[in-house]
């Protein structure tokens, strides 16, 4: 089953007298599966507080950057660890294979 997952691109920046770049606009993209990461999985281990972190698998052109923000289900999530492609150098089964990337997102204090 397919989401709608809402990439906020983080601020790119100040240009040389101080004045903030120009952000590029919100996109929607379609997320292949989204998936709740269980307490061991979480990268943030050492830290206190309620963290959620959610697994994206959506299709390889999509992936956003690290510091962008997605909402997914009408939550806010941080992209905490860019996009990797499982499937990098393998030979698809099928010719129509449309190849996929993961990234992972949170949310929370901690």
Known sequence: MSELVTV????RGVDDDGR????PPDREITAKTVQMLSAADMSDKDKDGNVQVVRIWCAAEDIPND???????????QVR???WNPGLHRRPVFTR??????FDAARGEG
């Open 8 to 11: 906020h691109p983080a601020s």
């Open 97 to 102: 294979h449309r190849p996929s990337a993961v």
């Open 20 to 23: 903030p770049l120009p952000t």
């Open 81 to 83: 660890q860019k996009g």
């Open 67 to 77: 510091g962008d923000d997605v909402t997914i289900r009408g939550l806010r999530f």
